[in-house]
């Protein structure tokens, strides 16, 4: 099956630094989704992005699918943003496979 | 829209009592699944289903039951619970086949003891 990696495993931030978080994937998909986990467990869909470039405010992600990487983007990060980020894939099965996440904490 | 609502939010079951865990969702979405999270690890899909009367197989769908007999509900249940099923489960809905863009439920944090 697809293999999903993402990093870093961890980032530490300042307010108003900006991040790039990863997403390399194994094989060919047709569905790949960016979601945030806030500390409370909820999980936001951020981005359906499965090639090109999406944004939505301070974020943004673009897919380069013939290479097999996504690329998250958070510019003038807010402590808001602290979470986990999960990127997840899928082929032409109905299946989504998540990878283990980047956490990410953003200090004042 | 209430969204994906999921009941219990905590419980806490002894080994080898068995119970459902509820999934409903008000958005007439074909697709509905089930995952389990467990600290450190990412998402693992349990069962999944693509219209009323059709379920699959995920990823882990060892000691885990589900069925789908309206477009609206998901219920997951646990046979014989073990404390390998101690975990954090989410159930998630998309408006097509193919888990596009899904939309994600609060959660229920099982122990099993």
């Known amino acids: 099956g697809i293999q999903v990696e993402q990093s870093p495993p961890d980032l530490i931030l300042q307010e108003g630094a900006n991040s790039t978080l990863r997403c390399n994937f194994s094989?060919?998909?047709?569905?790949l989704q960016w979601f945030h986990q806030n500390p409370w467990g909820q999980l936001i869909n951020l981005f359906y992005?499965?090639?090109g470039t999406k944004q939505n405010g301070r974020l943004s992600a673009t897919t380069v699918a013939t290479e097999r990487y996504s690329l998250l983007y958070i510019s003038s990060s807010q402590t808001t943003d602290s979470g986990v980020y999960f990127c997840?894939?899928?082929?032409?099965?109905?299946?989504?496979?998540f990878g283990t996440g980047t956490r990410l904490q953003v200090f004042p | 829209n209430a969204g994906v609502t999921q009941t219990p939010k905590f419980q806490v079951l002894k080994t080898g009592q068995s119970m459902t865990l509820q999934c409903a969702q008000d958005?007439?979405?074909?697709?509905m699944s089930w995952y389990r999270q467990d600290p450190g690890m990412g998402l693992r899909l349990i069962h999944y289903?693509?219209?009323?009367?059709?379920?699959d197989q995920g990823e882990v769908p060892n000691g885990y039951n589900v069925s789908r007999s309206t477009t609206e509900d998901f219920p997951l249940r646990l046979l014989s619970a073990a404390p390998s099923q101690t975990s954090v489960y989410f159930c998630?809905?998309?408006?097509?086949?193919?888990?596009?863009?899904?939309?994600f439920g609060p959660g229920t944090r099982l122990t099993v003891t």
């Open positions: 998630a809905s998309s408006y097509q086949r193919g888990a596009y863009e899904q939309y």
């Open positions: 094989d060919s998909v047709n569905n």
């Open positions: 992005i499965p090639s």
């Open positions: 997840a894939v899928g082929d032409n099965t109905d299946k989504l496979i």
């Open positions: 958005m007439n979405h074909e697709y």
């Open positions: 289903s693509v219209g009323a009367g059709i379920t």
